[in-house]
């Protein structure tokens, strides 16, 4: 898959999972925030808490988009009606989760009582916006058609084996949604069913 010279910005939010937090959620790792200290020489230096106008300003839009990141992960209230549980680890990643640009992928696991998963990826993107990013995204497998839900700017979506997986694009954030379930159906009606409440979350321009 190539990145190009796309600059990444991958903040997928953790929602209430203990099996998931072995790595820090720090936007630090994405942009550099350390600013030149130098010696002061007549005049005082300003307090170190003081951030420079310009250093304030390039990080904005990350901030931006690392907020509506976390606004557009579903959390145990917006799945309270799916019958599913937490699950104490993610789900590995499908065929489909790994062909999507991402500089630190993260996510969330649900459990349902017929023993099916489902894994909920959001990505953040500083250059490039989340319907350029899914245009260019190639999954294995078969397409499944799934007509795109008011809220979402585009919609992709593929069935591999008992594996589906959509892609919804909205501003700068990617919401992916993987369903592992015993056929290929159920996974299918599965995302289909989830595509309007996670498509909700998505920013808004």
């Known amino acids: 898959m190539r990145h190009g010279g796309m600059v990444v910005l ?9 099996g998931c937090a072995d790595r820090p959620n720090d936007l630090e790792t994405y942009y550099d925030t350390s600013g030149g200290t130098g010696t002061p020489t007549s005049a005082p230096s300003a307090p170190s808490s ?6 304030a300003a390039a990080n904005a839009p990350v901030d931006h988009v690392a907020e509506a990141v976390e ?12 019958g599913v549980r937490e699950a104490a680890a993610r789900a590995a990643n499908g065929s489909c ?12 696991t649900w459990l349902y009582n017929s023993g099916s998963s489902l894994t909920q990826q959001v990505t953040g993107y500083l250059d490039r916006t989340a ?22 700017e585009a919609a992709r979506a593929w069935c591999d084996d008992t594996t589906c997986t959509l892609l919804l694009a909205g501003g700068h954030v990617l919401s992916g949604l993987q369903v592992t379930a015993s056929t290929a159906s159920r996974a299918a009606d599965a995302v289909k069913g989830l595509a309007e409440l996670a498509a909700d979350k998505l920013p808004q321009s």
């Open 10 to 18: 991958a903040a997928v939010v953790l929602t209430g999972l203990t």
């Open 50 to 55: 003081d951030v420079p106008v310009e250093q």
């Open 71 to 82: 606004a557009a992960v579903l959390t145990k209230s917006d799945l309270v009606n799916e």
């Open 97 to 108: 989760f790994d062909a999507v640009p991402a500089g630190d992928p993260r996510g969330s």
């Open 131 to 152: 319907a350029d990013v899914l245009a260019s995204v190639d999954c294995g497998g078969q397409t499944l058609s799934v007509p795109r839900p008011d809220g979402a």
